[in-house]
């Protein structure tokens, strides 16, 4: 079935009884060439390019409940390609180039919105950081705009410029970044995958990672045992604990990111915009909410929803850059499992385990990442080497220290990235 503006046509005129599902339901097979656990937006990604770009279709994705109920439908959809540092910054230029034709390739549209992030400075020294970062996008091939004051106030008038204690000195704008419809992209993804002959399991938990003499031979799971020649895990917020079931000890904590969303309304905020002082960014959806969110909760957790002092850090924050938002009411709040490394950037690897391949540590930032992360990982689960762009997320940078890649500055401290 393809998507066309003549199909809808067609179909209005019709009734709308011609569409059919965009996935099979099938019963899982005992053995694959390639298993992948997680069926998010990366391990459907994954899927999908083994298949396109490998010509590989003996594949199953588990999941353990349905696709996209994990973080890719949890998420505050920013995507932006605006790293500073290397191993970073080619990852997520290569990521956004995908995502640039990403509606095309998959005749599928996740409404992906260019609307440009803006990246607010409120000292002399965040100004010099922020040149330094736009000089890092520029080199790689992206884009990046540094604004004074005033080019900030008539880009986003609305924010309270002289606030007491940060005032807005300026912001680096990107304009290529942007948003997209979350859960869209995972189903973009599963339909392509679902085509080119991957099978989408559902409600099929992995309980065990079967290892022989060194080398991985399958997986157990709530719907039966499985062979495999090669499995990938790529379950985000779980990624310590499906590790463990090969024996293996992860250097991640699991934190808890919020999310906010208002009521509906009309047209507002045309770009993406975050705070550089306080932990507050925001934008608008396409039905109007305004979506908003801030830092993750500084205790590690498995559960998937928040607690108040978040909240309120995240609510001041807004009403300090934009009191104006004080008028809105928050229909929602909800939380995610963040696997958050030393470092904050993420791990696309061998695991040290014959055929067992490891994508995790995206931290609050993996959404962007899904083109780019499932394209490297397809990579490197096909040929056994890996992609250009993602051949610094190793995992024994956490074991040497060589390599370590920590974006924000902050040190070996997971919940600070
Ligand atoms: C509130 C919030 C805001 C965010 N905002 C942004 C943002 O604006 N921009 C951005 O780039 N990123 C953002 N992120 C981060 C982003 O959502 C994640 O990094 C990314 O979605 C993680 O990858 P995924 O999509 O594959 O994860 P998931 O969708 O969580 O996929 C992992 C899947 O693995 C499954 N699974 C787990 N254990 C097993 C098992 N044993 N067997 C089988 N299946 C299993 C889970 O059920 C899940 O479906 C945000 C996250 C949150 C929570």
Redesign the pocket.
């Known amino acids: 079935m393809r998507f066309s503006g003549l199909r809808v046509l067609r179909e209005g005129l019709t009734g709308n009884r011609g569409w059919t599902a965009h996935w099979r339901d099938p019963e899982p097979r005992p053995a694959y060439d390639i298993v992948i656990?997680?069926?998010?937006?990366?391990?459907?990604a994954t899927a999908y390019y083994l298949a396109r770009e490998h010509g590989l279709s003996n594949i199953a994705v588990?999941?353990?409940?349905?696709?996209?109920?994990?973080?890719?439908?949890?998420?505050?959809?920013?995507?932006?390609a605006n790293y500073g540092l290397p191993g970073n910054s080619e990852f997520y230029s290569h990521s956004l180039k995908l995502w640039e034709g990403l509606e095309q390739e998959l005749n599928f549209n996740v409404m992906h919105s260019q609307r440009g992030v803006l990246n607010l400075f409120h000292s002399d020294g965040q100004r010099d950081a922020s040149v330094r970062r736009g000089n890092a996008m520029v080199n790689q091939g992206d884009d990046a705009i540094l604004l004074d004051r005033e080019g900030v106030r008539r880009m986003v008038p609305y924010l309270d410029f002289d606030n007491a204690r940060f005032p807005v000195y300026g912001g680096l704008y990107h304009p290529r970044g942007g948003?997209a419809r979350?859960d869209a992209v995972?189903w973009g993804y599963a339909r392509g995958a679902d085509q080119r002959g991957v099978d989408l399991i559902q409600n099929?938990?992995?309980?065990g990672i079967d290892v022989e003499n060194g080398a991985v031979t399958g997986v157990q799971?709530t719907r039966g045992a499985i062979r495999a020649k090669k499995v990938g895990i790529?379950?985000?917020?779980?990624s310590s604990?499906?590790a463990a079931?090969a024996g293996m000890r992860l250097p991640i904590e699991s934190h808890?990111?919020?999310?906010f969303v208002t009521e509906g309304l009309k047209p507002l905020i045309d770009t993406v915009v975050t705070f550089g002082m306080g932990h507050f960014?925001i934008s608008q959806s396409d039905k109007g909410g305004l979506v908003f969110?801030g830092d993750i909760d500084m205790y590690a957790s498995y559960a998937a929803r928040g607690n108040l002092p978040a909240v309120e850090h995240v609510m001041e924050a807004g009403m300090t850059l934009m009191p104006m938002i004080g008028k809105a009411r928050v229909l929602r709040s909800?939380?995610?499992?963040?696997?958050m490394t030393p470092d904050g950037s993420p791990i696309i690897d061998k695991a040290g385990i014959d055929g067992l391949f490891l994508n995790c540590g995206?931290?609050?930032?993996?959404?962007?990442?899904?083109p780019g992360?499932g394209h490297c990982f397809a990579h490197l689960i096909a040929t056994g080497q890996p992609h250009a762009a993602a051949a610094q997320f190793r995992l024994d940078r956490f074991r040497t220290g060589v390599g370590i890649m920590d974006e924000e500055g902050t040190g070996a401290q997971h919940n600070l990235h």
């Open positions: 656990i997680g069926g998010g937006g990366h391990g459907l588990l999941e353990k409940g349905y696709l996209g109920g994990g973080n890719v439908g949890r998420n505050t959809t920013i995507v932006r948003t979350h995972a099929c938990e992995v309980t799971t790529v379950v985000a917020g779980r604990q499906v079931l808890v990111l919020q999310a960014y969110g909800w939380g995610g499992i963040m696997d995206w931290c609050y930032g993996g959404f962007k990442a899904v992360s």
